[in-house]
């Protein structure tokens, strides 16, 4: 039982945070008087109007998920190859065997790394073009929506209107980090 007992504390304090997060939604769920809080469209509405911006790179995802893969690949690998050299100091010391074991190892380590590199690189890349997108057709639909002679009179805040954009962009980023992070956590859990 002492060996379950890290897992256990640890699951407790998660289970903690849970259960405190869960709480203050619930306390929180029918305020509407937090500031900006502007927004009347149902989520699903959101996400089919993003969706038509990330449509047109679903090879870029599909990439990104083949490179988790290989990401994922090695950190199941890694115990198994650690274990098995493990194994050779103890049992049997050959450094031939040894060195080809560290060297797959070491392999395996830096393509994870590049995996990871280049998973990160198009994910960004990604998203900045989609939010430029989405910028270009928000900026089309204010010139195109509201008459020039507005433009003149009235104080049209492009600079709160591109603030606005760009903490969009970073939850959009955010909203792809935490959906690549998916299969990971997935396979954190069932690794236990």
């Known amino acids: 039982m002492r060996e379950y007992l ?4 640890v699951g407790a304090v998660v289970g903690v945070f849970s ?9 929180d769920r029918h305020r509407k008087t937090v500031p900006d809080f502007d927004r009347h469209i149902p989520d699903g509405e959101i996400i089919r109007r993003l969706a038509k911006y990330a ?7 599909l990439l990104v998920l083949v490179i988790m893969l290989a990401s994922i690949a090695y950190d199941l690998a890694s115990p198994l190859i650690v274990g098995r050299i493990e194994e050779l100091i103890k049992n049997r010391f050959e450094p031939s065997a040894l060195l ?8 395996i380590l830096i393509v994870s790394m590049v995996c990871t590199y280049f998973q990160a690189i198009i994910l960004q890349k990604t ?16 010139y195109l929506r509201i008459p020039r002679k507005n433009f003149a009179t009235y104080s049209v805040q492009f600079s ?9 962009q970073q939850k959009f980023l955010q909203f792809l980090r935490h959906l690549a992070a998916i299969p990971w956590s997935l396979h954190e ?3 236990f």
């Open 6 to 9: 890290p897992l256990l504390f």
């Open 19 to 27: 259960l405190i997060f869960l709480l203050a939604w619930w306390w």
């Open 55 to 61: 449509l047109p790179y679903k090879k870029e995802f």
């Open 100 to 107: 080809r074991w560290v060297a797959l190892y070491a392999g």
């Open 127 to 142: 998203g900045q073009k989609i939010l430029s997108a989405l910028r270009e057709n928000l900026f089309t639909h204010i």
């Open 160 to 168: 709160s209107i591109s603030a606005k954009t760009h903490e969009h």
């Open 189 to 191: 859990y069932h690794s």
